[in-house]
C-alpha cells in the first residue's frame, strides 16, 4: 500500500553531476521478471520503542598495549590506516546467503576481525555470526544452511586498533522492536555518537554494546514517524560522519548513503534479476552482478522481496559531496570502480605524477611495496622508463599472529610478509613504491630489509600520495595525530628516520588531478586537516575510542 512518507525530499532523482563518472561505465535497466515471495506481515514485540533486543548485548573492552607485549599481530605490521568494514546486501535471490557469503569474500580487504550475515525468508530473519575471516566463519555448508530466504545482508569487521576481538560487535545487528526485527550493517564512523547516545539514554533508551551502529537503531525505534522509510529518513536526517548502510527486514532491503558520500556504496543487479548492493563493484563481479550505478550521497533506496520494485527518496539535508580519496590510494581493491572511477588506474596515474615530480635520475629499477604499490609502480616505471621488477614477494599464507619476544625480533613480521629478491636488488639503486606512510616504523624495516637482505645499492623511497597529518574521523581508523610520523617530521627529517637515500610524495594537486572534474569532491582531510564535518572535541581527542564500527 502506498503511503506518504515525511521529511523527504520532493526531488525523486538525484544530481548525477555530484558523481565522479567514468566514461566506460555500464548502465543496466532494472528488470522486473523475479517471481513474488509470499509476503507476511512483521511480528509485533512487545518491547517498548526505546528498549531494542540486541542478538550480541557483550560490550567489548579496550586493552592497554604493553611495550613488552609478546603477541604481534602480522596485519598491525602493515602501518597503514585500515578501513573499518565492508556491507554487502541481495535481494530476490533463492540463494542469497551464498551470493553474500561470495559478496564478503570479495571485501575480506575491508576487515579481517570478524564476518556476519542475516538473511529473511519472508518472516523472520536469521543470523550467523563469527570471529575472523569470512572462510573461518562459514568454514563448511552447515554454517549457511540456517541462513535461508531470498534476501540477505553481510559485514566483515576491522576492530579499532587496541580493541580486544568480541562477538557482539560483529555485525550485522539484528533488533527485536515493537514493529518486528530490523538488521542493519554499517560501514563508516559517527562523529556525533556520543551526543546521540547521551540524549537517547536521557529518555529511556538501554544500550547494549558500545557501537555506534547501535544508536542507529534506537533512533529508528524511538520515531514516531510512518512508515519505515520514513522513520530511517527521520534517523540518519539526525547523524552527522559517514555512513553506507545496509538494513534488513522481513520483505525489504533497504540502502542508505551519508550526504556527503564519505564511503563508497553501489548497486547492481544479477542476470535473475536480483538486486544487490555492495561497499565495491569486485563483489559484484565476483557473483555475476552487472554493476548499475552508485548509491548517490544522502540516497535511500528499498527495494521490495514481493514485487521487486525499487524506490527511491532522498535525506532533506545536502551537502556537498566529499569522497574518501583513501579509497582509491590504498583501501580498495585494484579491480573495483569506486566513486566513478577505476581504482587500478587511478593508482598509476598517481605513480606516473609521481615520476614527474620526484624523479630517480640513475636509478636502476622500479620495485613496489606489494600490494599495494604495484599498479603505482607500474605508472611510475612507465612514466619514467626506469624498468619494473618484483624485488619484493609477499607471502599470502603467514598466520595471523605469532610470538616475538622484544621489540627487535619484530622485525621477523615484515620479513614473513616481504621477501626480497637478492637476484633483482644486489647492487642496484632502487626505486621503491609504496602507497603511503602512516607511522614510519615499516617503511624503516622495509628499507633494511632491501639494503641488508637484498644487498641492493640505493634505496629511494617513493611514496603514492601526500604526507599523512590528520586523523580520520569517518570510518578509517588511523593512529592520534601526534603518532603520525609526517605530522612531526619534514620530509627531510623522516628521510634520515627511515634510512632510505631519497624520499619524495606525490603532491596533493596531482593527486586529486587524476580525478578531473571530480577533483573538488574528495575528502583529503587526512592530508590538509580540513575537515569536511568537524568531530566534536572528545571524539576528536579519542578517535576510534568508542565508535567501533
Known amino acids: 500500500m502506498a503511503a506518504a512518507v515525511p521529511r523527504l525530499s520532493s526531488s525523486a532523482a538525484a544530481s548525477s553531476s555530484s558523481t565522479l563518472n567514468h566514461p566506460t561505465l555500464r548502465r543496466h535497466k532494472p528488470s522486473s521478471s523475479l517471481p513474488s515471495s509470499l509476503r507476511l506481515p512483521l511480528q509485533s514485540s512487545p518491547c517498548l520503542s526505546h528498549r531494542l533486543t540486541l542478538r550480541s548485548s557483550v560490550p567489548s573492552l579496550r586493552l592497554p598495549c604493553s611495550a613488552a607485549a609478546t603477541q604481534v599481530s602480522v596485519f598491525d605490521t602493515d602501518d597503514k590506516p585500515h578501513e573499518q568494514c565492508g556491507v554487502f546486501g541481495i535481494i530476490g535471490d533463492p540463494d542469497a546467503a551464498q551470493m553474500c557469503y561470495l559478496g564478503l569474500h570479495a571485501l575480506q580487504h575491508r576487515g579481517q576481525e570478524g564476518a556476519g550475515i542475516v538473511s529473511s525468508d519472508g518472516s523472520a530473519l536469521h543470523s550467523v555470526t563469527g570471529l575472523g575471516l569470512v572462510s573461518e566463519v562459514f568454514s563448511d555448508a552447515s554454517k549457511l544452511a540456517p541462513l535461508v530466504g531470498s534476501a540477505a545482508i553481510g559485514h566483515n569487521r576491522y576492530s579499532t586498533s587496541g580493541a580486544a576481538s568480541a562477538l557482539a560487535n560483529v555485525q550485522p545487528f539484528v533488533a527485536g522492536y515493537r514493529f518486528g526485527q530490523l538488521a542493519v550493517a554499517h560501514n563508516g564512523n559517527l562523529v556525533n ?253 622495509i628499507v633494511r630489509l632491501i639494503k641488508n637482505e637484498g644487498k641492493a645499492r640505493e634505496v629511494h623511497m617513493r611514496i603514492a600520495c601526500p604526507p599523512i597529518v590528520g586523523s580520520c574521523y569517518y570510518g578509517v581508523d588511523t593512529p592520534r595525530a601526534e603518532e603520525l610520523i609526517s605530522n612531526r617530521l619534514g620530509v627531510n627529517e623522516l628521510r634520515q628516520e627511515i634510512g632510505c637515500d631519497s624520499l619524495g610524495f606525490l603532491s596533493l594537486e596531482s593527486m586529486k588531478g587524476a580525478f578531473g572534474e571530480g577533483r573538488h569532491m574528495l575528502c583529503d582531510a587526512c592530508f590538509t586537516r580540513k575537515y569536511p564535518v568537524t568531530a566534536p572535541e572528545p571524539l576528536a581527542a579519542e578517535v576510534g575510542d568508542e565508535a567501533e564500527d
Open 193 to 445: 555518537y556520543r551526543s546521540l547516545r547521551h540524549e537517547l539514554e536521557s529518555k529511556g533508551s538501554i544500550f547494549s554494546t558500545t557501537s555506534d551502529t547501535e544508536v542507529i537503531l534506537h533512533l529508528i525505534a524511538t520515531s514516531a514517524a510512518r512508515p519505515l522509510i520514513a522513520r530511517i529518513v527521520e534517523a540518519c536526517e539526525s547523524l552527522s560522519g559517514a555512513f553506507s548502510l545496509v538494513f534488513l527486514t522481513a520483505d525489504k532491503l533497504i540502502a542508505v548513503r551519508d550526504p556527503h558520500g564519505f564511503r563508497p556504496l553501489v548497486m547492481g543487479r544479477r542476470p535473475n534479476g536480483a538486486v544487490v548492493f555492495a561497499s565495491e563493484t569486485s563483489a559484484l563481479d565476483l557473483i555475476s552482478a552487472e554493476y548499475v550505478r552508485e548509491v548517490n550521497p544522502g540516497e535511500v533506496i528499498a527495494v521490495d522481496v514481493n514485487d521487486m520494485l525499487i524506490a527511491t527518496s532522498y535525506l532533506l539535508t545536502r551537502k556537498p559531496r566529499k569522497s574518501c580519496v583513501f579509497e582509491h590510494i590504498y583501501f580498495s581493491s585494484p579491480n573495483s570502480i569506486i566513486f566513478g572511477h577505476p581504482v587500478h588506474a587511478s593508482r598509476y596515474n598517481f605513480g606516473a605524477a609521481l615520476a614527474r615530480e620526484s624523479p630517480a635520475p640513475g636509478a636502476d629499477i622500479v620495485i613496489p611495496v606489494p600490494d599495494s604499490g604495484l599498479f603505482a609502480a607500474l605508472g611510475f616505471a612507465g612514466a619514467s622508463g626506469v624498468p619494473f621488477k618484483q624485488g619484493l614477494i609477499r607471502s599470502h599464507y603467514v598466520g595471523r599472529s605469532f610470538i616475538a619476544p622484544n621489540q627487535e625480533e619484530r622485525d621477523l613480521a615484515v620479513k614473513l610478509k616481504l621477501a626480497p629478491v637478492e637476484g633483482i636488488l644486489a647492487g642496484k639503486s632502487v626505486v621503491v613504491i609504496d602507497d603511503s606512510i602512516v607511522r614510519g616504523t615499516t617503511s624503516s624495516k
